[in-house]
């Protein structure tokens, strides 16, 4: 299965401050039709994932532009440019690319 | 609007079957595709598979073969997600989430299972 590493495992930021977020995989998520089915997907505390970003750098529907994704291969970044205070919570990449779909280890944004 | 209603919390016994259910309302369920997750809280996702509402289509991770059956009622919109011979290991907050052309767009809000004697 596809390993994706995701760094640092919890990021304080304070209102406004721009923060990244990192997420590795153990292979090429690049598939033979040239598409990289890479996500991130923000979990509030209770609630169910919300998607934010899909293939890589395309916004979710409804999702701020303060939000942005970048990365090729197996290296890719969340970047949230200044960030608010219901951006907490945490955050996860996930792949689609190789079955089965995996996710990263979570990302648990917290607010100075 | 699009809509995932998940049944509710179970609390059952190590060794039996519980059956969940996720009722959509919103879109074509009959041409769409389901998927069911799990996370036991305070740790990360796992896929369990993905069944198309289609023709009642399946894939699965191969972690949950076994484990996991999925299925689909068309005439009620409804998905549903078999979990045999469970155990405390299978005791977590289980997602449907549907798939949309490129990404999972619309998610349940959660079902809680708790396996316990």
């Known amino acids: 299965d596809v390993v994706l590493t995701q760094t640092p495992s919890t990021l304080s930021a304070t209102i406004g401050q721009s923060v990244s977020i990192s997420c590795r995989s153990s292979?090429?998520?690049?598939?033979?039709?040239?598409?990289?089915?890479l996500y991130w997907y923000l979990q509030r505390p209770g609630q169910s994932p919300q998607l934010l970003i899909y293939?890589?750098?395309n916004l979710g529907s409804g999702v701020p532009n303060r939000f942005s994704g970048s990365g090729s291969g197996t290296d890719f970044t969340l970047k949230i440019s200044g960030v608010e205070a219901e951006d907490l919570g945490v955050y996860y990449c996930?792949?689609?690319?190789?079955?089965?779909?995996?996710f990263g280890s979570g990302t648990k944004l917290e607010i100075k | 609007q699009v809509k995932l209603q998940q049944s509710g919390a179970e609390l059952v016994k190590p060794g039996a079957s519980v059956k969940l259910s996720c009722k959509t309302s919103?879109?074509?369920?009959?041409?769409?595709?389901m998927s069911w997750f799990k996370q036991i809280p305070g740790q990360s996702i796992e896929w369990i598979g993905m069944?198309?509402?289609?023709?009642?289509?399946?894939g699965y991770n191969q972690k949950f073969k076994g484990k996991a059956t999925l299925t689909v009622d068309t005439s009620s919109s409804t998905a549903y997600m078999d979990l045999s011979s469970l155990t405390t290991e299978d005791s977590a907050v289980y997602f449907c989430?549907?798939?949309?052309?490129?990404?999972?767009?619309?998610w349940g809000p959660g079902t809680m299972v708790t396996v316990s004697s």
């Open positions: 919103g879109y074509t369920f009959s041409t769409s595709y």
């Open positions: 069944i198309y509402a289609g023709d009642g289509g399946t």
């Open positions: 292979q090429s998520l690049l598939d033979s039709a040239g598409n990289t089915y």
């Open positions: 996930m792949q689609a690319t190789h079955a089965p779909l995996t």
């Open positions: 989430a549907r798939w949309e052309l490129w990404y999972f767009d619309f």
């Open positions: 293939l890589v750098s």
